[in-house]
């Protein structure tokens, strides 16, 4: 595909289709992410795929907390509102004003406890204590996997959600105390719902580059 069709193309999907994803397709995916780059060629990252049994474990569990009322806190903790800058604020409130024009508030928290309904998840992990460089090369993989996974032909959501109960993922896909889960990314074939339609506006290009001749 197209470099500037993939790179435009791809959004945020938040509930998948039942049609599975090949191994072959996923490996491909990470094999692509391989390829970002990363500061002194540490390549600290790693990833957990989970299908089938597996992530319908981890779904169930997530499911059963999620009733329990159960918010959980990942690794790397989720940041307080108030931590973000007042600009930040005002396009989170705006994301959150269009989904409830669209009445989708109740369906956004479903579909998150369903992780997204993804046939497959993909969880990144760094070393504890690794370095901001190793978050940043982290950025990039995570980057180059959505990209990839736009240029074959599939939907991505890299979400907080996914990993904010790393005892059921440790449980469940054997990733040792000694490396932090970063994020989770959900994987699969997009559906026709109307919660994928959705579409957030970015940032005017002149609010975010400075030119200096």
Avoid: C
Avoid at 95 to 115: K, R
Wanted: net charge neutral; glycine share 6%; hydrophobic share 40%.
């Amino acid at each position: 595909m197209d470099f500037d069709l993939v790179l435009r193309s791809r959004h945020s999907v938040r509930l998948f289709s039942e049609k599975p994803v090949t191994r072959d397709v996923l490996r491909k995916i990470v094999q692509d992410a391989q390829r970002a780059p990363s500061w002194v060629n540490a390549q600290e990252w790693r990833v957990y795929m989970a299908t089938g049994t597996t992530l319908a474990n981890i779904r169930a569990e997530y499911m059963a907390l999620a009733e329990k009322g159960e918010k959980g806190e990942g690794d790397y903790p989720m940041a307080h509102r108030d931590e973000w800058s007042k600009e930040a604020n005002e396009r989170m409130a705006g994301f959150m004003n269009l989904i409830a024009s669209e009445n989708l508030g109740p369906t956004m928290q479903q579909v998150q406890d369903l992780l997204f309904n993804a046939p497959a998840v993909a969880w990144l992990t760094l070393p504890k204590g690794a370095s901001r460089w190793a978050v940043l090369d982290l950025g990039a993989f995570e980057q180059s996997m959505l990209l990839s996974a736009t240029n074959r032909g599939l939907g991505s959501i890299p979400a907080y959600n996914l990993a904010k109960h790393p005892a059921v993922l440790r449980k469940f896909l054997g990733v040792p105390e000694t490396e932090d889960i970063v994020l989770g990314i959900a994987l699969g074939y997009e559906s026709e719902d109307q919660i994928n339609k959705i579409r957030t506006i970015r940032e005017l290009t002149d609010r975010v580059v400075t030119f200096k001749d």
